[in-house]
């Protein structure tokens, strides 16, 4: 209810009143496609400053003053190509829907970032920036374990898919997905005016894709980096089954020191078994 104010005013506060209302409702849909921390900033930037305006600046980034990481995980469904040949484009759109749902909803359920979709490739991310913390190697740790259970959970959903019983699942027999995980720095932000999106850039993605490419179906291909952090639980190779029953801790877990993750290991070949 507007205050007891003079007519004038009155109008300028209802004005100010809807206003703010607006850009509360373009936050939250931008939040679908930005991280909050960067939506705020970029909706008062749009506000204030006209396309043919913006012609120089700097880059709206998320970070600025510290040296942020995030951890990547990489996604591809297997088989994909040959199954796209035989369903058609209206219909493998249609499974990508169905597919891209769901993911999303476990993405949101883990409060981690859908970075990207890019054909039947799906990547998130789940940034740190408080590197400076003084439980960094725990949140670390905590951040790697979420990240595979995440993983295992999409699996798990394909798989239910798969034998779901829809007119579409029936071409998806032998529809499957390879996976990998890497933590390493990044920036990100947004890059131009028009049409702008909410990117990533940094050595941690290429890596990721890199590992994914080298995965075999069924299995999530860990870094090195990302192997360390997770103490020896899930065993030494690189290749984790994903029907792995990840909740349990086994018996006797290998414990290593994971110290070495504030500064990021160098790169080591990990070779396919």
Known sequence: RAPSLPPPRRIMW???????????????????????????????????TCASEYTSGDPLLWFSGNKPMAFVLSTDLVSFTPLARKLGPTRVVQLLHDLWIFMDSKVNEFHMFKMDTIGDAYVVVSMIDDINNQALDHLL???????????????????????????LAAFCKDLDMRMAIHVGPVTAGIV???????????????????????????????????????????????????TYPLMRRPRNPRTRSSGSLKGLSPAREVFVP
């Open 14 to 48: 209802k004005v100010m009143t809807r206003k703010l209302k607006d850009n509360g409702q373009s936050q939250m849909a931008l939040q679908d496609l930005i991280p909050h921390k960067v939506a705020r900033r970029f909706l008062m930037l749009r506000l204030n």
């Open 141 to 167: 740790m905590q951040t790697a374990h979420r990240m595979l259970h995440l993983a295992s959970e999409i699996y798990h959903g394909v798989l239910e898919y798969r034998q779901s019983g829809s007119k």
């Open 192 to 242: 131009g005016f028009l049409g702008s999106r909410y990117q990533m850039y940094g050595h941690a993605l290429e890596k990721a894709a890199e590992l994914e490419s080298k995965c075999v179906r069924g299995h999530v291909h860990l870094s090195p980096d990302v192997l360390d952090l997770l103490e020896g639980e899930y065993g030494d190779s690189p290749m984790l089954l994903l």
